[in-house]
T-cell receptor, first 111, second 116 residues
Framework: GNSVTQMEGPVTLSEEAFLTINCTYT??????LFWYVQYPGEGLQLLLK?????DKGSNKGFEATYRKETTSFHLEKGSVQVSDSAVYFCALSGRTGKLIFGQGTTLQVKP | DAGVIQSPRHEVTEMGQEVTLRCKPI?????LFWYRQTMMRGLELLIY????????DSGMPEDRFSAKMPNASFSTLKIQPSEPRDSAVYFC??????????????FGPGTRLTVL
């Protein structure tokens, strides 16, 4: 079945450091891929998405490229800020309408 | 738009009591999802509806949990009787699905449930 695997956290970085959070997936067909972010005390919100192979999603300085050959959708940001501290979830869509979420990766950015 | 609205935001109850969580999806959305989030188990999909019809309830933990969607603008998740292990944050999300798969899901702020 479909599944998503994320790197385990927590990830702790200093402000302005480079961020990579790895995400790989297993799926039949051609799912859409998503990154959601959850700030403390809030629900999840969409950060970026990509709907087909080689698409790059981007938002707020974050980027991720849909790599079909490596079944990956790694999240990157060139210079993180304290305000980026949150939990990040990778997800894929299934034909049935559900999203399959990874386990989440906690990012902590220190000043 | 007000976004997905959930009530109550916090609920503290005693073991054995009935708990009802409420959700109002974004107007015009045709899919609604109930999730549970805990430190131990992460984010779990409990049930989802499409056009008010339950499509997949395989994530509902046991018979103590039930969900309804009587119309396009309202859904409830009920736990009866509640147990301490039901303590979690419960999220409702909605989306507008075209053909071919899942659209972006919009999450509510969640209900933090504590069962003593």
């Amino acid at each position: 079945g479909n599944s998503v695997t994320q790197m385990e956290g927590p990830v702790t970085l200093s402000e302005e450091a480079f961020l990579t959070i790895n995400c790989t997936y297993t799926a039949t067909g051609y799912p859409s891929l998503f990154w959601y972010v959850q700030y403390p005390g809030e629900g999840l919100q969409l950060l970026l998405k990509a709907t087909k192979a080689d698409d790059k999603g981007s938002n707020k300085g974050f980027e991720a490229t849909y790599r079909k050959e490596t079944t990956s959708f790694h999240l990157e940001k060139g210079s993180v800020q304290v305000s980026d501290s949150a939990v990040y979830f990778c997800a894929l869509s299934g034909r049935t309408g559900k999203l399959i979420f990874g386990q989440g990766t906690t990012l902590q950015v220190k000043p | 738009d007000a976004g997905v609205i959930q009530s109550p935001r916090h609920e503290v109850t005693e073991m054995g009591q009935e708990v009802t969580l409420r959700c109002k999806p974004i107007s015009g959305h045709n899919s609604l999802f109930w999730y549970r989030q805990t430190m131990m188990r992460g984010l779990e999909l409990l049930i989802y509806f499409n056009n008010n019809v339950p499509i997949d309830d395989s994530g509902m933990p046991e018979d103590r949990f039930s969900a309804k969607m009587p119309n396009a603008s309202f859904s409830t998740l009920k736990i009866q009787p509640s147990e301490p292990r039901d303590s979690a944050v419960y999220f409702c999300a909605s989306s507008l699905d075209g053909s071919g798969g899942a659209g972006e899901q919009f999450f509510g702020p969640g209900t933090r449930l504590t069962v003593l």
